[in-house]
């Protein structure tokens, strides 16, 4: 089992970066593939990126291709993500969540963080 924390969000201005952080307890971690899930107000919860167990391998929504970064570090036992050129529709809670393979639906992701809020203000 993996319990999740995520921490990093915070309020800023358009075209600002924040780093996300997710550490993870448990001997397993590494063995886990990784994901990152946003849900704005109103909106059901989406598809952020994902990084494979050994960081080989990255996928990402369009919607943040080329602005954000999906990183992990086996030895801290935490993912991260890179966020840069903010815009205010990437305002959101962000939760990272783990899984046995690599996926880009919830639904395959068997434990999930609390989430941390980002606020992107115009």
């Known amino acids: 089992q993996v319990q999740l924390v995520e921490s990093g969000g915070g309020l800023v201005q358009t075209g600002d970066s924040l780093r996300l952080s997710c550490a993870a307890s448990?001997?397993?971690?590494?063995?886990?593939?990784m994901g990152w899930f946003r849900q704005a107000p109103g909106k059901e919860r989406e598809f952020v990126a994902a990084?494979?167990?050994?960081?080989?391998?990255?996928f990402y929504a369009d919607s943040v291709k080329g602005r954000f970064t999906i990183s992990r570090d086996n030895a801290q036992h935490t993912v991260y993500l890179q966020m840069n050129s903010l815009k205010p529709e990437d305002t959101a809670v962000y939760y990272c969540?783990?899984?046995?393979?690599?996926?880009?639906?919830?639904?395959?992701?068997?434990?999930w963080g609390q989430g941390t809020q980002v606020t992107v203000s115009s």
């Open positions: 969540a783990a899984a046995d393979l690599v996926r880009t639906r919830e639904t395959d992701y068997d434990y």
């Open positions: 448990g001997s397993t971690f590494s063995s886990y593939a």
């Open positions: 990084v494979s167990w050994s960081g080989g391998s990255t």
